[in-house]
Protein backbone atom coordinates (compact mmCIF):
# COMPACT_ATOMS: atom_id res chain seq x y z
CA UNK A 1 0.00 0.00 0.00
CA UNK A 2 2.72 2.57 0.78
CA UNK A 3 4.56 1.63 -2.54
CA UNK A 4 1.32 2.83 -4.19
CA UNK A 5 0.80 5.49 -2.53
CA UNK A 6 4.21 6.85 -3.40
CA UNK A 7 4.07 6.43 -6.91
CA UNK A 8 0.67 7.99 -6.86
CA UNK A 9 2.85 10.82 -4.90
CA UNK A 10 5.72 10.72 -7.39
CA UNK A 11 3.70 10.82 -10.38
CA UNK A 12 1.56 14.16 -9.03
CA UNK A 13 4.80 15.98 -7.98
CA UNK A 14 6.43 15.23 -11.29
CA UNK A 15 3.49 16.43 -13.22
CA UNK A 16 3.47 19.57 -10.92
CA UNK A 17 6.95 20.50 -11.52
CA UNK A 18 6.33 20.01 -15.26
CA UNK A 19 8.50 17.22 -15.76
CA UNK A 20 6.10 14.57 -17.34
CA UNK A 21 2.59 16.07 -18.66
CA UNK A 22 -0.42 13.82 -17.02
CA UNK A 23 -0.62 11.56 -20.13
CA UNK A 24 2.87 10.21 -19.70
CA UNK A 25 1.88 9.52 -15.83
CA UNK A 26 -1.52 7.62 -16.74
CA UNK A 27 0.82 5.40 -19.65
CA UNK A 28 3.56 4.79 -16.68
CA UNK A 29 0.92 3.66 -14.22
CA UNK A 30 -1.13 1.57 -16.85
CA UNK A 31 2.56 -0.32 -17.85
CA UNK A 32 3.06 -0.34 -13.87
CA UNK A 33 -0.59 -2.17 -13.89
CA UNK A 34 0.17 -4.52 -16.94
CA UNK A 35 3.93 -5.48 -15.42
CA UNK A 36 1.84 -6.36 -11.81
CA UNK A 37 -0.54 -8.70 -13.37
CA UNK A 38 1.26 -10.03 -16.77
CA UNK A 39 4.60 -10.70 -15.14
CA UNK A 40 4.27 -10.59 -10.98
CA UNK A 41 6.34 -7.68 -11.27
CA UNK A 42 6.59 -4.22 -9.58
CA UNK A 43 8.59 -1.20 -10.80
CA UNK A 44 8.48 1.66 -9.22
CA UNK A 45 6.97 4.71 -11.70
CA UNK A 46 10.23 6.72 -11.73
CA UNK A 47 11.64 3.54 -12.89
CA UNK A 48 9.45 3.07 -15.85
CA UNK A 49 10.03 6.90 -16.95
CA UNK A 50 13.45 7.01 -16.39
CA UNK A 51 13.92 3.56 -18.71
CA UNK A 52 11.63 5.49 -21.39
CA UNK A 53 13.68 8.28 -21.34
CA UNK A 54 11.21 10.48 -20.21
CA UNK A 55 12.67 11.74 -17.08
CA UNK A 56 16.24 11.86 -15.96
CA UNK A 57 17.73 10.65 -12.68
CA UNK A 58 18.27 13.97 -11.44
CA UNK A 59 14.23 14.98 -12.00
CA UNK A 60 13.94 11.77 -10.34
CA UNK A 61 16.22 12.49 -7.29
CA UNK A 62 14.35 16.08 -7.22
CA UNK A 63 10.73 14.76 -6.63
CA UNK A 64 12.19 11.96 -4.23
CA UNK A 65 13.56 15.08 -2.33
CA UNK A 66 9.99 16.36 -2.28
CA UNK A 67 8.13 13.63 -0.53
CA UNK A 68 8.58 14.90 3.25
CA UNK A 69 8.04 18.61 1.87
CA UNK A 70 4.30 17.53 0.53
CA UNK A 71 3.69 16.39 3.99
CA UNK A 72 3.91 19.63 5.63
Same mark, same amino acid.
Request: overall charge neutral.
Given at each position: &???? %???????? /????? $?? !??? %??? !????? =?? =????? %??????? !? $?? /????? $? =? &?? &????? %?? /?? &???????
Amino acid at each position: &MVEK %ELDKRFGT /IAVKK $GF !ITQ %EQF !IQAFR =IQ =IEENL %EKGEHRL !I $GA /ILLDQ $G =I &MT &MQQID %EV /IG &MFGKNRK
